[in-house]
């Protein structure tokens, strides 16, 4: 039942352990590949240029859009400055344009992110997506109104896996960053949650640039966020440094 005291004392543990949680956004929330992929083949299209391989797509999310155009150009043997340019921003209007149109957020994401800050748990949202991508397509979703903040990739000037996002959202949190979880999908998050002190889950869904999640070096492996949610307290509860040996699959 949802009053009972076993809930009860689950919730106690979670706000014991955790001021906050930081999530990444694409891979980890929403799956947005295949909205990446209609705004690089409208672009190309301009170009002139066929269009893109989606499993290339997948390998260069999570590190700005001027990097995956630039990693998309490449491929198609397309090197020239003012190419490039005029490709960025083209980009940036038909991924404006078609924003959330093909994205789906992930199973469990709704259910976690309501768990946890029924807990108690103060929630971020830290991505290196443009603010002009990422907070329409998190309003379109209705998932910003779990988080207290959302930090977007030009906000500071330098992206994951930098660690400045992830350390002053701890400052605006007002959360320590050993008590606040970061949960994102790649070694982008991971590094940068390491070098912010914070711990750090990754979720075995999303993108990881190609390469097997669980080899990167993190706390612990997720493979859902409703799992997660549901998981904690009971981690918690147990052992301060739980997520150090978390991995749902076990």
Same mark, same amino acid.
């Given at each position: 039942?949802?009053?009972?005291?076993?809930?009860? /004392?689950?919730?106690?543990?979670?706000?014991?352990?955790?001021?906050?949680?930081?999530?990444? &956004?694409?891979?980890?929330?929403?799956?947005?590949?295949?909205?990446?992929?209609?705004?690089?083949?409208?672009?190309?299209?301009? @170009?002139?240029?066929?269009?893109?391989?989606?499993?290339?797509?997948?390998?260069?999310?999570?590190?700005?859009? #001027?990097?995956?155009?630039?990693?998309? @150009?490449?491929? %198609?043997?397309?090197?020239?400055?003012?190419?490039?340019?005029?490709?960025?921003?083209?980009?940036?209007?038909?991924?404006?344009?078609?924003?959330?149109?093909?994205?789906?957020?992930?199973?469990?994401?709704?259910?976690? @992110? %309501?768990?946890? *800050?029924?807990?108690?748990?103060?929630?971020?949202?830290?991505? +290196?997506? &443009?603010?002009?991508?990422?907070?329409?397509?998190?309003?379109?979703?209705?998932?910003?109104?779990?988080?207290?903040?959302?930090?977007?990739?030009?906000?500071?000037?330098?992206?994951?896996?930098?660690?400045? %996002?992830?350390?002053?959202?701890?400052?605006?949190?007002?959360?320590?960053?050993?008590?606040?979880?970061?949960?994102? $999908?790649? *070694?982008?998050?991971?590094?940068?949650? /390491?070098?912010?002190?914070?711990?750090?889950?990754?979720?075995?869904?999303?993108?990881?640039?190609?390469?097997?999640?669980?080899?990167?070096?993190?706390?612990?492996?997720?493979?859902?966020?409703?799992?997660?949610?549901?998981?904690?307290?009971?981690?918690?509860?147990? $052992?301060? +440094?739980?997520?150090? /040996?978390? #991995? *749902?699959? @076990?």
């Amino acid at each position: 039942m949802e009053g009972s005291p076993r809930k009860g /004392r689950d919730r106690e543990a979670m706000s014991e352990v955790l001021d906050a949680a930081i999530f990444d &956004l694409d891979g980890t929330l929403v799956d947005t590949l295949g909205d990446f992929v209609a705004a690089l083949d409208a672009t190309l299209a301009e @170009l002139g240029l066929p269009a893109v391989d989606p499993a290339l797509v997948a390998r260069t999310i999570g590190k700005g859009a #001027d990097h995956i155009v630039g990693a998309v @150009l490449a491929a %198609a043997g397309c090197g020239d400055e003012a190419v490039l340019e005029r490709a960025r921003l083209a980009y940036r209007a038909n991924y404006v344009a078609i924003n959330g149109r093909h994205a789906r957020v992930y199973p469990g994401v709704r259910e976690g @992110l %309501a768990a946890l *800050s029924a807990a108690g748990v103060r929630l971020a949202c830290v991505t +290196n997506k &443009l603010g002009a991508f990422a907070r329409p397509l998190l309003r379109a979703k209705d998932l910003d109104r779990h988080f207290v903040e959302i930090c977007c990739g030009d906000r500071h000037g330098r992206l994951k896996p930098d660690p400045v %996002a992830l350390v002053k959202t701890c400052e605006l949190l007002d959360a320590a960053p050993g008590r606040t979880l970061v949960v994102g $999908d790649s *070694s982008n998050d991971a590094l940068a949650a /390491r070098a912010a002190g914070c711990p750090v889950v990754l979720v075995t869904y999303g993108y990881n640039h190609g390469e097997p999640v669980r080899a990167v070096d993190a706390d612990g492996f997720v493979d859902s966020i409703e799992g997660l949610a549901r998981d904690a307290a009971r981690y918690v509860k147990a $052992d301060r +440094n739980a997520f150090r /040996r978390y #991995d *749902s699959a @076990l």
